[in-house]
């Protein structure tokens, strides 16, 4: 079995925010598949679903961003998900808006949920996508900026980069995450 992080805040006021960019792709996922995620453990919301590629767990952590990984750590123990059958999808802000980044390892950078995951999996050996949010026009704080909205102009642009960031989560069903990166990383 697969196991599809999508990494974001949990509550209505950071709903389509910049930092919920894996929350988005992991409900669209969800919409593709008709699953529900109505199931809760360990601080997550998930749904397992039974595709003809594979078996696969959609989870949203409900712990907020910064302790992400106090739910993906039990989660990963309790259904028996191997570290390179996890992929983590989350925002970045050293890429531009909409373009993808498929990586099998790697430091959390600056962004806290990579690094609580880090920090709970004891290792940086795992999938991630990446989703470029940019960075801010001026002066504006980080922490304003990630959870800020998306522009009008901008939303048409990351509701494709949430549609292919779905398409590499199906796609990693059958293949091989290294393929994934070749062709996705090359768009």
């Avoid at 470029?132 to 494709?160: C, H, N, W």
Wanted: charged fraction near 25%; include cysteine.
């Amino acid at each position: 079995m697969k196991m599809i992080v999508g990494l974001g805040n949990p509550g209505r006021q950071y709903e389509r925010t910049r930092h919920n960019i894996g929350f988005d792709t992991v409900d669209l996922l969800a919409d593709r598949w008709g699953a529900s995620l109505n199931q809760t453990k360990y601080n997550g919301m998930y749904a397992t679903v039974h595709r003809p590629e594979g078996k696969a767990l959609l989870v949203k952590p409900l712990t907020f961003m910064n302790l992400s990984g106090e739910c993906v750590r039990p989660m990963m123990d309790y259904f028996d998900i191997a570290d390179e059958d996890l992929v983590v999808i989350y925002d970045d802000l050293d890429l531009p808006p909409g373009k993808l980044r498929l990586r099998q390892r790697g430091s959390g950078g600056g962004h806290n949920g990579m690094k609580s995951i880090i920090r709970h999996l004891g290792s940086q050996e795992f999938n991630r996508i990446r989703v470029g949010i940019g960075r801010p026009d001026g002066p504006m704080a980080i922490t304003d900026y990630v959870l800020s909205r998306f522009s009008k102009e901008e939303e048409p642009v990351m509701q494709d980069a949430a549609g292919q960031a779905a398409d590499a989560c199906e796609a990693f069903l059958s293949r091989d995450f290294l393929d994934l990166m070749n062709d996705f990383n090359a768009r």
